[in-house]
């Protein structure tokens, strides 16, 4: 996986003026795009997207002040249709614009290349299990909410909050099938997991194929497959928080697994009376890797 994403790195290097081919060096390396891109996200704190972004923008704030070529060239050359387009870029990474940078030579926020590097991590063991399940649905009540990385998400507080404790008690009943209990659901995520990007939100149950579901509740299909199944019991959703980061440093990279497109799946086990701390397991769908 090191190996991986350091090759990914110089691919971006190789020229910051073309558009980038992940597609093509995931099925070089014999992975997936979406496994790239996710674990990119989680290791270099940042979508792959907003550093090849800041490493162009990097390279552009040399050629603008060393040469004499003007906004438009630049801008096509960065891979921009027009000169406000690329101002506009330009002054989200570097925090002002490209004519007072060619006048007063800066300042520029410069973006280094990443290096991934091999620490020794995993003294503490991860429980986690594999479990392989045939197609069921997540059905509840689902939300398009944004993408929030640290700490409660205001959105889906607020989503989970409008349902009424009757309705909590009739999505229990509906559920038959693994992942048990009240489940927490993201689906349709970015693929490099931008903060702020929008993403659907199910809170509800996990039943079976035969199961009747009510017509008032919204429903997620879910293909057969493997499932790495992580817990945790900790402060809340801090724990949780911390457990999605272990997964990419730690488990991923020692094991023959790669994640695979599908909702992640989040079960509260047990909780405190003001879910203060919980114990939760994460439901990531995997294939071999």
């Known amino acids: 996986m090191i190996a991986w994403l350091n090759r990914l790195v110089d691919l971006v290097e190789d020229d910051l003026t073309e558009e980038l081919g992940v597609d093509r060096l995931a099925a070089t390396l014999g992975t997936t795009e979406y496994h790239l891109r996710r674990m990119f996200s989680a290791l270099a704190g ?3 997207s ?7 923008m990097t390279a552009a704030a040399a050629d603008l002040v060393a040469g004499s070529d003007d906004l438009l060239t630049l801008a096509v050359r960065y ?5 406000e387009a690329f101002g506009r870029a330009f002054q989200s990474v570097h925090g002002v614009s490209p004519g007072q940078a060619r006048r007063d030579g800066g300042p520029f926020r410069t973006q280094p290349c990443l290096r991934f590097r091999l620490t020794v991590e995993g003294a503490a063991p991860m429980d986690v299990r594999l479990v392989t399940r045939p197609a069921f649905r997540l059905v ?3 939300a398009r909410v944004p993408l929030v990385h640290e700490g ?3 959105a889906i507080q607020q989503h989970v909050a409008s349902l009424t404790p009757p309705e909590h008690q009739r999505l229990k009943a509906l559920g038959d099938t693994e992942p048990h209990g009240l489940l927490a659901v993201s689906d349709d995520l ?3 997991r931008r903060e702020g990007t929008e993403l659907t939100y199910l809170h509800g149950v ?3 194929d035969v199961a009747t579901v009510p017509d008032d509740l919204d429903v997620l299909p879910v293909d057969a497959g493997t499932w790495a199944v992580f817990r945790v019991t900790g402060p809340y959703p801090d724990a949780l928080q911390a457990l999605w980061a272990a997964t990419a440093t730690e488990w991923f990279p020692s094991n023959p697994w790669r994640l ?3 909702p992640e799946v989040v079960a509260v086990l047990e909780r405190a009376d003001d879910f203060s701390t919980a114990t939760v397991e994460l439901w990531l769908p995997v294939e071999p890797g």
């Open 46 to 48: 940042m979508p792959l």
């Open 50 to 56: 907003e550093y090849v972004r800041r490493r162009r």
């Open 79 to 83: 891979g921009y249709g027009s000169a």
């Open 140 to 142: 509840g009540h689902a």
């Open 152 to 154: 409660v998400n205001p």
């Open 190 to 192: 970015d693929p490099d």
């Open 206 to 208: 996990a039943v079976s």
């Open 260 to 262: 695979r497109p599908g």
